[in-house]
């Protein structure tokens, strides 16, 4: 009885995959589809009657965003789950490593340097399309690399990081409001402010080939942690009994996130929202094993971003919002469920 109720729970999950997968590959034509001239049935003719070079390109540069939506999501989707787990707690999420902060600073920092240097031989550099996500890449990585020093000297644990985490946060921040207020002109500072809301349209195709690239990486790596996530919620003591040293785990799981989520933000900006909103979905319909729970995230986290990204192009056309901006205005009212549901303390149980 025990061995067909697993087997239909098994079979369950993989259909669930399935059908996350299946959506995904549906979605990449209609969201492409869509966009701020041109409707979809004058895109459907034009390709049926040959299309034309004026549609052609414009769905090559809507093709573009719905890959990067696909590839970003799914970066984010996962990098949530791996932080939630490893803080064991629902709320947790890459950027409450300060990987925003961290990042917006580095924007900040490369605009700078692009001014000060302008008659210096390495400011070459700078005239490279990569060299805010560069410098943002950087920033955030730097800060979890500090973040994963302070709390391994205090033993690793979850309030552990959480404190460091929010200690330097708010140091970063205090550098990033003083180099905003000292050093950049209003041009600048708008580039920062506009580099935060989290947009697709910046990322071209070079930008999306490494994202691609990325995510082969990564997300291969994300799937090998799904035992040691496990393990880890149900505390230090069982996993270490199991075979599985938590400190080292642990720091090896908010590296990997933090690192995809770093990829990912220092391309698109912040987009802090879909990495609770994916993990959120996934656990409710799919359950807490990581093994399941980490692909459907990603899956879900890339359909999320790319019917907001749609929406975003398409609901107030010929106006384009920021996805940011609109993932935020859906993550908001879910914070605010998630408190009125009654969670005391936001501990994840897997």
């Not at 959506?23 to 895109?43: D, M, Q, R």
């Not at 925003?100 to 031989?121: C, D, F, W, Y």
């Not at 205090?154 to 708010?170: Q, V």
């Not at 802090?272 to 094993?289: D, E, H, T, W």
Request: charged share 10%; with cysteine; net charge positive.
């Amino acid at each position: 009885m025990l061995f067909l109720e697993v087997s239909q729970l098994f079979r369950r999950r993989i259909l669930l995959l399935s059908t996350y997968a299946i959506l995904v590959t549906v979605s990449v034509p209609i969201c492409t589809a869509f966009g701020t001239i041109y409707t979809p049935w004058e895109v459907a003719a034009s390709i049926l009657n040959g299309g034309s070079s004026d549609v052609n390109l414009v769905l090559a540069l809507r093709l573009r965003r719905v890959l990067a939506s696909l590839v970003v999501g799914a970066l984010l989707g996962g990098a949530g789950v791996i932080t939630q787990a490893a803080f064991r707690n629902l709320m947790a999420s890459p950027f409450t490593l300060g990987i925003s902060s961290a990042s917006a600073l580095g924007v900040a920092i490369a605009l700078v340097l692009g001014i000060g240097g302008r008659g210096s031989a390495w400011f070459v550099m700078f005239k490279s399309p990569f060299t805010l996500a560069f410098f943002a890449f950087t920033f955030a990585i730097i800060q979890v690399l500090l973040v994963l020093l302070l709390a391994w000297r205090a033993g690793l644990d979850a309030r552990a990081l959480i404190l460091a985490s929010i200690s330097l946060n708010f140091l970063y921040q205090a550098l990033l409001y003083l180099v905003q207020y000292l050093v950049l002109n209003e041009i600048q500072l708008a580039t920062v402010i506009f580099w935060t809301f989290g947009d697709l349209g910046r990322v071209g195709w070079q930008e999306l080939s490494i994202l691609g690239a990325g995510i082969l990486v990564v997300a291969p790596a994300y799937l090998l942690l799904h035992k040691d996530l496990d393990l880890l919620l149900f505390g230090e003591e069982v996993a270490a009994t199991s075979g599985v040293n938590p400190r080292r785990a642990r720091f090896i799981a908010v590296l990997l996130a933090a690192l995809g989520a770093a990829l990912a933000t220092s391309f698109v900006g912040i987009l802090a929202f879909l990495c609770l909103l994916s993990p959120y979905l996934a656990k409710l319909v799919i359950g807490g094993r990581h093994a399941y729970l980490l692909p459907s995230s990603m899956l879900i986290g890339a359909l999320i971003l790319m019917w907001a990204d749609t929406v975003s192009r398409t609901v107030l056309s010929p106006v384009v919002i920021p996805v940011g901006i609109t993932l935020s205005m859906v993550g908001a009212p879910l914070l605010l469920y998630l408190l009125l549901r009654g969670g005391k303390s936001g501990d994840y149980q897997g």
